[in-house]
Every structure is written in structure tokens, then in C-alpha cells.
């Protein structure tokens, strides 16, 4: 029977490394690798939620110098506006003056006005449709005369030392002029739409834009008086 034992084992080799755990060191050593793989995969996936996050609520950009109180008051003479997002954020990406006061929005918000009116009368001079030409020419002749009237606007808040930005005769000439601009827009469609024009969506579509403006103009200039009081300040 011995020697059946003997010859059972007798191929059986020990290996030196075989059943033995891991020294205390090297158990260490593994155990603070995991934990700063698993650290710098924290760390990773909280740096793409905070981009993604910063990139969803992002702002639009602005100068470098717009203070926290021009962008308050932005906020303030928007907020009387219909469309308030718009609004900011056009006036935002503009280079507002430090301390700006609802009449520099208003002249802000004349000139993003006038940046989309003039958009779209260069758009409709690339419009190809011989079949409403007729209401096509009109669109634009109505718009030249609207810019016009809005540019004289801009013009006449340029004024010198002493003298006003806004007068109760400004304010109404303004408002009668972008009112008239909001008809012509309105017109032009109308006239495409009746000549059953094929550029007809197209054009809609991208007055969008000047329409919203050119509303956000229209409710700070007659709600002038009302902002002025709120910043404790006359027309100067």
C-alpha cells in the first residue's frame, strides 16, 4: 500500500507560488490603484456633466466689459416687452455701454431692429419668383422706406452735450414708424400669400425674427416713461 501512495505523488510537484496569497504590500498597492481608477472615473464623468450643463444654459456672447448691472437692466426694460428672450439676448450680444439706461436699450433694440429689417429686404432681392414679382418689388420698397424712417430714429437719439436723446416728439414719430414697419411686414405677406407666391413660407419663416424685433422696439419706446420712473430718471 506504500508503495502505491509513493508512486501516486511521485509526478506531484509543488509549485513554489501555488495557494499563496499575495503579499500585504502588493495587496495595498491594487487596492489604491482601484480606488483611484474609480476617483478619476468620478472625476471624469462629473467634467462632462458640468460641460454639458454649462453648454445648455450657456448665454449668448457678450463684450467683455457688459457689468453685471447693463445685463440687470436689460433684463428689467426686456421684461415689458412680448417676446423678453429675444429681446436679451439680441441687446446681449451687442456692445452695451456700462450702466446703460432704458433709453441706450431702446437705441439697442432700434438697431437690432434695423439689422433685421435690412436682412430681409437683401433676402427677398434674391428671390427668384417671376410669378409674384410685382408683390416681391413692393415688399421691398416698402421696407427701403421703413429703414429709412428707423435709421433717421437712431440718427436723431445722437445728440450732443445738453441736448435730449428722447423728446415726447421723438417717442411718437418712433412709434408711428415702427408701427408702419410692422404694417409693411405684415403687407408683404399678405400681398404673397393673395398672389398664391411659391416663396411664400420661406419668407415667413424668416421675417420671424424682424417681427419679433421690431415688437420688442415698439413696447420699450411706449413704455418709455414707465422705465425711466422705475430707474428713478427723467428723458435726458
Not at 462632462?48 to 444654459?57: A, D, G, P, R
Not at 415688399?139 to 437712431?154: G, I, P
Request: net charge negative.
Amino acid at each position: 500500500m506504500d508503495s502505491i501512495n509513493f508512486i501516486k505523488g511521485y509526478n506531484k510537484v509543488n509549485h513554489p507560488h501555488e495557494n499563496q496569497t499575495p503579499p500585504p504590500q502588493k495587496r495595498l498597492t491594487a487596492a489604491i490603484t482601484v480606488t483611484i481608477s474609480a476617483v478619476l472615473l468620478i472625476g471624469f464623468m462629473v467634467a462632462v456633466f458640468i460641460h454639458h450643463e454649462s453648454n445648455t444654459n450657456a448665454q449668448p456672447p457678450a463684450s467683455p466689459f457688459l457689468s453685471s448691472d447693463s445685463m440687470a437692466s436689460i433684463k428689467t426694460v426686456c421684461s415689458e416687452t412680448q417676446y423678453p428672450d429675444s429681446c436679451f439676448s439680441s441687446i446681449y450680444s451687442l456692445n452695451v455701454p456700462t450702466n446703460s439706461d432704458p433709453e441706450i436699450i431702446f437705441k439697442l433694440s432700434l438697431q437690432v431692429s434695423i439689422k433685421g429689417l435690412s436682412n430681409i429686404t437683401s433676402f427677398l432681392k434674391t428671390l427668384n419668383d417671376v410669378h409674384s414679382e410685382p408683390a416681391l418689388q413692393d415688399c421691398m420698397t416698402q421696407f427701403e422706406d421703413a429703414l429709412t424712417r428707423l435709421n433717421d430714429s437712431v440718427s436723431e437719439m445722437e445728440v450732443g452735450s445738453g441736448e435730449k436723446m428722447l423728446t415726447d416728439r421723438k417717442v411718437n414719430d418712433v412709434q408711428t414708424w415702427i408701427s408702419a414697419a410692422m404694417t409693411d411686414e405684415d403687407s408683404c405677406l399678405d400681398g404673397l400669400e393673395e398672389m398664391g407666391s411659391k416663396v411664400f413660407d420661406e419668407v415667413k419663416s424668416k421675417m420671424q425674427k424682424s417681427k419679433e424685433a421690431l415688437s420688442n422696439s415698439l413696447a420699450i419706446i411706449a413704455s418709455i416713461q414707465t422705465l425711466l420712473q422705475k430707474f428713478g430718471l427723467t428723458m435726458h
